[in-house]
């Protein structure tokens, strides 16, 4: 079985049914975006179609837990990640290429695709750096000067950097994500939100609603479906999936690099 749920009233900012459900508001998602960048966003806006954010129906069950646009025709993607598995950086590979598939309309020109950020904000250290935040971009091999230039920007966060890297609001922000509590006027804002996320009867139902699927998803599912819905979403280790489902660490991890 997978592990059991948080209740409800114990979810946090770190949780993706939590950061969800605050990051729809502008008040919140628009500062967010703007001490990570180190810029001015005028106005966020969310897609009128909810397509953007569930990309289920062409996907493996990709929801993203954060997707809103800028009026600069810029487009980002946020999401929270708690558990270190070595594949983070081929998971941002496939959210930029489903974001793309989104945007694109058959037969558009590739012209037409939209500046993207796709932003992982983690409770790891995924390169043991010391590093708050990792900026990555294409680049020539050859020649570092030159970019590729394809507007595909991909951004990590990491909750326990020790490096002096990032702007000392950017600083709070991240440590009220690993649990250090709220210090500032936005990070108050921060926890505000989430008390209030958790007085909402309507997402508490969504919130258990949700958990039920996933366990009715568990319970019917091939022993594929199984290890891949421990791992992504419940974010089980290899060892914990094992020990769940009487497997070998080697069986589960093979079965993980075929999923992949």
């Known amino acids: 079985?997978?592990?059991?749920?948080?209740?409800?009233?114990?979810?946090?900012?770190?949780?993706d049914f939590m950061f969800g459900m605050v990051m729809r508001n502008p008040k919140y998602v628009k500062p967010f975006l703007e001490a990570i960048l180190k810029i001015k966003i005028r106005k966020v806006v969310y897609p009128e179609s909810q397509k953007a954010?569930?990309?289920s129906a062409n996907a493996k069950g990709v929801r993203l837990d954060v997707y809103v646009e800028d009026d600069q025709n810029t487009v980002f993607n946020l999401e929270m990640q708690t558990t270190h598995k070595k594949d983070l950086p081929k998971r941002m590979r496939y959210y930029q290429g489903m974001i793309d598939l989104n945007i694109l309309n058959k037969g558009e020109?590739?012209?037409?695709?939209?500046?993207?950020?796709?932003?992982?904000?983690?409770?790891?250290?995924?390169f043991g750096e010391g590093r708050h935040i990792y900026?990555?971009?294409?680049?020539?091999?050859?020649?570092?000067?030159?970019?590729?230039?394809?507007?595909?920007?991909?951004?990590?966060?990491?909750?326990?950097?020790?490096?002096?890297?990032?702007?000392?609001?950017?600083?709070?922000?991240?440590?009220?994500?690993e649990g250090k509590g709220a210090s500032d006027t936005f990070t108050r804002e921060l926890e505000n939100a989430v008390q209030s996320v958790r007085q909402n009867e309507d997402w508490?139902?969504?919130?258990?609603?949700?958990?039920?699927?996933?366990?009715e998803r568990f319970q019917e599912g091939k022993i594929e479906g199984k290890i891949e819905l421990l791992a992504h979403d419940f974010h089980?280790?290899?060892?914990e999936i094992a020990e769940k489902?009487?497997?070998?660490?080697?069986?589960?991890?093979?079965?993980?690099?075929?999923?992949?």
Do not use: W
């Open 109 to 126: 020109s590739y012209c037409n695709l939209k500046k993207s950020y796709v932003i992982f904000i983690c409770t790891f250290d995924p």
């Open 245 to 260: 489902l009487l497997l070998s660490e080697d069986e589960v991890q093979r079965i993980l690099d075929h999923l992949q």
């Open 135 to 177: 900026t990555f971009c294409n680049t020539c091999q050859e020649n570092t000067s030159l970019t590729l230039n394809d507007d595909a920007v991909k951004i990590v966060l990491n909750t326990k950097g020790t490096i002096d890297d990032v702007s000392p609001e950017m600083k709070r922000i991240l440590d009220y994500i």
């Open 236 to 239: 089980l280790t290899v060892p």
């Open 1 to 15: 079985m997978p592990r059991k749920a948080k209740n409800y009233d114990e979810l946090e900012l770190k949780d």
């Open 53 to 55: 954010i569930d990309l």
């Open 204 to 215: 508490r139902r969504d919130y258990m609603t949700l958990q039920q699927e996933y366990q």
